[in-house]
């Protein structure tokens, strides 16, 4: 089973019993679930996994002190502690992992205040473009058991997915950055004779290539290590994760490095026409800085159509 299959079967079992029958005043204002860091929270664990912060848990989510005081918070704390340490073959540590714990009794505030910078779910358009991206996936991955009153459900929807103007920015200088390193860079620093320059203009063109699929499809792209595999299950352009592996996996003698070049110029090819499809661009070229421009003239609010195109990148 995994990670978050177990979480669940973990709490029907034991988190449940122990909320009905010892905080049943608590339970209106409780929400339970299991996401945050960690590959379980994104359905991407397995055997490797294992070998460390891998637990039997679940997170229960508290409001703020006005509401549920210390002293309840603490007697929750206490009876979560008190959980079977032993679940399907699985030991909890006695030690919050290292990062802090991840699972437990949490105030929902301080959770999601601690991934994007604010308890609400509320963020202005800078914070928007600042907070990484992945503790934007960690704040909506997983899934939540219940939420009797609402407010984790309510920031997470919030939270689900980038305000329009703030993902054609991020948009923009991903398409950008793709062209300086891709169809520029590339070939030119290996006309300098410099391999090396060469492969981190791949590397880059290869980040931010993949930051701009997440994007065109409205999704926030994980922590780098996940990043291929959530990649493949994308509805669009999840075949460029195959050319985007090609790319970092191969040299550059000449006749792969001119294959190399090809098969940019077709990853490009194929993100412009999704572009022009959506009707992100108006631009009708195969240059891909002149479509990233016309990505950043479609924001609405000019203010941020007027910070610089990489603001978001």
Not at 180 to 201: I, K, P, T
């Amino acid at each position: 089973m995994r990670g978050l299959e177990i979480s669940r079967a973990y709490f029907e079992t034991y988190g449940r019993p122990m909320l009905d029958s010892d905080f049943p005043d608590l339970l209106p204002y409780l929400a339970a679930g299991f996401f945050g860091a960690g590959s379980e929270c994104f359905g991407y664990d397995d055997e490797v996994s294992r070998d460390h912060d891998f637990e039997p848990g679940f997170c229960l989510f508290l409001p703020g002190e006005d509401v549920v005081d210390r002293r309840r918070a603490f007697l929750l704390e206490r009876a979560y502690s008190r959980l079977p340490r032993e679940f399907m073959g699985l030991k909890r540590s006695l030690m919050a992992p290292v990062g802090g714990a991840r699972r437990g009794v949490l105030r929902t505030g301080e959770f999601f205040a601690e991934k994007t910078g604010s308890g609400t779910g509320k963020l202005t358009p800078l914070q928007w473009l600042a907070v990484p991206e992945q503790a934007l996936a960690e704040s909506v991955n997983g899934e939540v058991f219940f939420d009797h009153l609402g407010e984790v459900s309510r920031i997470r929807a919030c939270l689900s997915a980038y305000p329009e103007d703030i993902r054609r920015k991020k948009l923009a200088g991903a398409l950008l950055l793709m062209a300086q390193s891709g169809q520029y860079n590339y070939a030119r620093c290996l006309a300098h004779g410099e391999e090396a320059a060469a492969q981190l203009a791949v590397c880059e063109f290869v980040q931010v290539a993949m930051h701009a699929v997440f994007l065109i499809n409205g999704k926030y792209m994980p922590y780098y290590k996940w990043a291929f595999r959530a990649m493949r299950t994308l509805p669009e352009l999840s075949i460029e994760a195959e050319l985007l592996e090609y790319l970092l996996t191969t040299g550059n003698d000449e006749e792969t490095a001119e294959e190399k070049g090809r098969v940019i110029e077709g990853i490009v090819a194929d993100v412009i026409d999704v572009l022009v499809d959506r009707k992100l661009t108006h631009a009708n070229c195969g240059d891909l800085e002149k479509h990233a421009y016309s990505v950043n003239d479609g924001i609405e609010d000019p203010e941020i159509r007027n910070l610089h195109i990489l603001a978001g990148v």
